[in-house]
């Protein structure tokens, strides 16, 4: 048994064959690649797809305009709706936040069809002294007890 670091090969001896299995390896048969391939196009496609739903742009959103502290708990808050589609009723939820940060009162808003972009005002009242109201969020999906008259 030798001592030098080099391998058995550098040294003029060939490996035995049989013990290390066969160093030339054909190509993948075609069919292989071809799924591979369908299979990273649908996962890359699926990917794109999610990403484009989550991170596209809304097709309602709000914007907070202004709010003002009422008597007795409540706030006032302003917001401009904009949607993609003028002829859809919307809903959008607002809420204040009280000296914490915590959430202390939530109302939703019906948004009738109109516009483009609407201005809607409303009083949201609190379970504790609010001190900023936000929008949490707008949806087409109206709820039946808000679009009944």
Do not use: H
Request: charged fraction near 20%; hydrophobic fraction near 35%.
């Amino acid at each position: 048994m030798s001592t030098g670091s080099a391998p058995a090969s550098s040294r003029g001896r060939a490996l035995p064959e049989g013990r290390y299995g066969s160093t030339r390896r054909g190509a993948p048969p075609k069919w292989r690649i071809w799924v591979f391939g369908a299979i990273a196009v649908l996962v890359g496609a699926t990917i794109a797809y999610v990403g484009y739903r989550n991170l596209g742009a809304a097709p309602i959103e709000a914007q907070r305009i202004g709010f003002e502290e009422k008597p007795g708990n409540a706030m006032s808050i302003t917001i401009d709706v904009t949607r993609d589609d003028p002829g859809r009723a919307g809903v959008c939820i607002v809420r204040v936040r009280d000296l914490s940060g915590a959430e202390s009162g939530r109302k939703e808003i019906f948004v009738p069809p109109g516009g483009t972009s609407t201005t809607l005002t409303t009083v949201i009242k609190s379970i504790d002294r609010p001190v900023t109201a936000d929008i949490f969020g707008c949806s087409y999906d109206v709820p039946s007890y808000l679009s009944t008259p």
